[in-house]
């Protein structure tokens, strides 16, 4: 029976470094914006293949500030830069109105660079 093993970086699993990043590119990303960010729920999951080393990502934020919405329509897999890794795809939905404050989920696939 083989085992599979994921790859580590500094000692976490890659997928995790991978939502680490992408948890302060977003928070980074909505500082630069004008509004600030609060990661609820946070999940990511081993998503590799063959020839590649992939996390699939869930973030369910709570986005406060006048240009919450304007921020969340600028997102996709262009708009965040994670060193060491490719983000592949991200999508926001589920976009809620709690009084002045967005509540958002993002989903995201990211593979570390070769």
Not at 54 to 68: A, D, I, K, M, P
Request: aromatic share 6%; hydrophobic share 40%.
């Amino acid at each position: 029976m083989a085992t599979h093993h994921h790859r580590r970086v500094g000692g976490m699993s890659a997928h995790v470094v991978a939502g680490d990043r992408l948890k302060r590119e977003l928070e980074r990303s909505a500082e630069m914006a004008g509004c600030t960010v609060d990661c609820m729920v946070e999940r990511s999951r081993p998503w590799d293949g063959p020839t590649y080393i992939g996390g699939r990502h869930r973030l369910t934020l709570l986005v406060e500030g006048v240009s919450n919405s304007a921020w969340l329509d600028t997102l996709d897999e262009n708009s965040v830069y994670l060193p060491g890794f490719v983000l592949a795809e991200l999508d926001v939905f589920g976009v809620e109105e709690k009084g002045e404050q967005l509540i958002a989920e993002i989903s995201a696939l990211t593979v570390k660079e070769a």
